[in-house]
């Protein structure tokens, strides 16, 4: 069974303020991905990451995949309130079916 | 891409009852997948959906699961028999090129 730690599970911070949310786990991903998910609604597809090492940007989010493909780093620069959410973390299997192993989510809150 | 949509949003059933819940996703995508998020915990997976058959499925879909593609388009989760556990927000996927997730906005299932 494949497992995800993610981390902190709570986050709050002051407007501007940079952040770091991990995500952990002992077994490998063929690709790893960060939704954002909002009250009631589906998780939202930020990013996806495949290779060893890679490193994304999206405006002031950047996305980093752990060279062994266990582990991935969601940085957030200057938060703004408008980044609040829950933000998860979630590795695709090897194989074809590629079914998600989910993290259990940081919730950010960002004050004005 | 055009969202994924389910219906009904919400759905309120007896315990013991059978319920249908429905997921349209574009008819030329071949991956569809089921997960479901009890309130306050993980994203986790059901079934994956591959050319019109499953492809897998986990420890939670068991025989009281059951998912078809009755008319191509269409895609559906059967509960035979609900249990107060089944309550949760269940999310309808599909593969979108070779990693990216599109989800639903979910269904949320109370068995009462």
């Known amino acids: 069974t494949q497992l995800l730690e993610q981390s902190p599970q709570f986050l709050s911070i002051q407007e501007g303020e940079n952040l770091t949310v991990y995500c952990n786990s002992s077994?490998?991903?063929?690709?790893l991905q960060w939704y954002r998910q909002e009250p009631g609604e589906g998780p939202v597809l930020l990013v996806t990451?495949?290779?060893?090492?890679e490193v994304k940007k999206l405006k002031r989010l950047t996305f980093q995949f752990g060279d062994a493909r266990k582990d991935s780093s969601l940085h957030i620069t200057a938060a703004q309130p408008g980044d609040t959410g829950l933000y998860l973390c979630?590795?695709?299997?090897?194989?074809?079916?590629?079914?998600?192993?989910f993290g259990s989510g940081t919730q950010l809150t960002v004050l004005p | 891409e055009p969202e994924v949509t389910q219906t009904p949003s919400h759905q309120v059933t007896q315990m013991g009852q059978e319920v249908i819940l429905r997921c349209v996703p574009i008819?030329?995508?071949?991956?569809f997948y089921w997960y479901r998020q009890i309130l306050g915990q993980k994203v986790e997976f059901l079934v994956s959906?591959?050319?019109?058959?499953?492809?897998?499925k986990s420890e939670i879909f068991d025989d009281q699961f059951s998912v078809e593609r009755p008319d191509g388009s269409n895609f559906t989760l059967k509960i035979r028999s609900t249990k107060l556990e089944d309550s949760a927000m269940y999310f309808c996927?599909?593969?979108?090129?070779?990693?990216?997730?599109?989800f639903g906005s979910g269904t949320r299932l109370t068995v009462v």
């Open positions: 979630a590795g695709a299997a090897r194989g074809s079916a590629r079914q998600l192993t």
């Open positions: 077994s490998v991903f063929s690709s």
């Open positions: 990451v495949v290779t060893g090492g």
């Open positions: 008819s030329n995508h071949l991956y």
């Open positions: 959906f591959y050319n019109n058959e499953i492809s897998e």
């Open positions: 996927a599909r593969l979108t090129g070779n990693y990216g997730y599109t």
